[in-house]
Each structure stands twice: as structure tokens, then as C-alpha cells.
């Protein structure tokens, strides 16, 4: 079975199907001046989109890295998250503080999915 890869770069893909399994990069915000819940609300919408290009949503995650900045966004960023997540299929998830690559980002996900139907 073939690994089809999406947005292939350089040095990374923004996401990889093998098997019905979607793996996606680490998503950040691409408008890195805003707060926790600003950020947040950005990645979760590249995750919506980059789902969606591959049939998949949401509703289908298997897992899920959350890396914060700084531990005291952690309520800001889980106050997006309950809102954005689907209840009733919330996947596994870790949240650790972490140094981010570019220090303005507060916050990256990663994301491994399965794809619908």
C-alpha cells in the first residue's frame, strides 16, 4: 500500500495517508502576534482543513500532541479546545509545556487520524 503525501515541502509534508491512517504535521499559526486562544483558533481551522482534504474530520482523531509554550496558556488553550472538539469522540491526548522553534508560537498540534468511510 502506497503513502500519499499532501503539501509536500522541503523538509516536511503537511500530511501523510497510509492505509486509512492520516498522520499530519505540526500545526501552528501562521499569525504568530496573537494570544493562546487566537493561535489555537488558527491551528484548529489548518486541522479542520487539512482533515478535510483527505476525508477525514474531527470526529475521526485516534490521537492527539498538544506542545504549549508556556503551561499558563493551558486554560486559554483548552477553553478553544472544548469548544472546537468532538464530544462524544475525544481522542487520546498529551499536553506538554515545550520550547517551540519560533518563540512568538504559544502553541502546535499534532494530529494522527483516521479517515472516514
Known amino acids: 500500500m502506497a503513502v500519499i503525501r499532501h503539501h509536500v515541502g522541503k523538509r516536511l509534508s503537511e ?10 504535521a505540526g ?14 483558533r488558527e491551528v484548529l481551522g489548518h486541522i479542520d482543513r487539512l482533515l478535510e482534504e483527505v476525508n477525514s474530520d474531527k470526529s475521526h482523531l ?18 478553544v479546545w472544548d469548544e472546537w472538539v468532538a ?4 481522542p487520546p491526548r498529551a499536553t506538554v509545556e515545550a520550547k517551540l522553534a519560533n518563540p512568538k508560537c504559544l502553541v502546535e498540534i499534532v494530529v494522527v487520524a483516521a479517515q472516514r468511510d
Open 62 to 79: 485516534l490521537s492527539v500532541q498538544i506542545y504549549i509554550s508556556d503551561m499558563v496558556h493551558f486554560a486559554g488553550m483548552n477553553a
Open 15 to 24: 500530511t501523510a495517508v497510509y492505509n486509512g491512517t492520516v498522520y499530519l
Open 87 to 90: 464530544q462524544g469522540a475525544t
Open 27 to 40: 500545526q501552528i499559526a501562521e499569525d504568530a502576534d496573537q494570544d493562546i486562544t487566537g493561535q489555537t
